[in-house]
């Protein structure tokens, strides 16, 4: 089976081009399971890495790479980057790379569900009908798979368009978690590789990653400000 059909039960894909859909198909699935549950599951995995940083305190990097990681990756878009090189200073980098894998494939549960029921709403419908996002959500159907990996993959491609599209393509979750996983593990992989390359103390990192969240602060406040 392709990972880059769009469709669960399709075993194949057609050489021709994929047709741009009408603006007016543009339509979210609707979610099967309750709202709060990904919720919960994220609160407790945040709770339980704050139960070990209590027990075990010399090590916060350790307890802090699964909370930090899902909200890096939550629809917050928090900058995150840092923080896996200064793990890795003190740390395994397998290890590492592989539990920040873990975290953001079940933050994108979170996230998808969350999507799901914001494109349902009435109030996005202007979003979902803009001949924009037809010819958006064409492109992204022609090759969704690689489409995923290579924006998880990529530090300079913002990877919150693909989830609005993925969502509007009803796109399989297992194919965009695996999507996912492959592009952010060659991601991660990479910033490991940072961190042992440059093993300057983990406080550096710190103070980084408080000035990528500055700078990232600032263009929001500006951008409101331009839009008041």
């Known amino acids: 089976m392709s990972a880059d059909s769009p469709n669960e039960g399709t075993d ?3 050489d021709t081009p994929a047709t741009p859909p009408s603006p007016t198909a543009a ?4 979610p099967t399971i309750p709202a709060w549950w990904w919720s919960s599951v ?3 995995g945040a709770l339980a890495s704050l139960v070990g ?6 090590d916060p990097l350790i307890w802090a790479l699964v909370p930090y990681t899902m909200l890096g990756n939550s629809l917050a878009m928090v900058p995150y980057d840092w923080f896996l090189p200064a793990y890795v200073v003190a740390h395994d980098p397998i290890p590492g790379v592989l539990i920040a894998v873990a975290a953001n494939v079940l933050v994108e549960f979170w996230n998808m569900d969350m ?3 914001l494109l ?3 109030g ?3 979003f979902r009908s803009h001949a924009v996002t037809g010819r958006l959500l064409g492109w992204f159907q022609r090759a969704p798979w690689w489409t995923l990996v290579i924006a998880g993959a990529a530090p300079v491609i913002p990877f919150y ?5 993925a969502t509007l393509a009803h796109y399989p979750m297992w194919r965009y978690q695996l999507a996912v996983a492959v592009g952010r593990g060659v991601r991660y992989t990479a910033l490991a590789g940072l961190g042992l390359l440059l093993p300057i103390p983990p406080v550096a990192y710190f103070v980084v990653g408080l000035g990528m969240l500055a700078f990232f602060a600032y263009n929001v406040f500006q951008q409101r400000r331009r839009s008041a």
Do not use: D, G, K
């Open 120 to 122: 349902q709403r009435e």
């Open 42 to 44: 994220l609160a407790v």
């Open 53 to 58: 940083w209590v027990v075990y305190p010399a």
């Open 124 to 126: 996005t419908a202007t």
């Open 12 to 14: 194949t894909i057609s």
């Open 27 to 30: 339509t979210a699935l609707v």
């Open 115 to 117: 999507l799901a029921r």
């Open 161 to 165: 368009p693909c989830r609005f599209l």
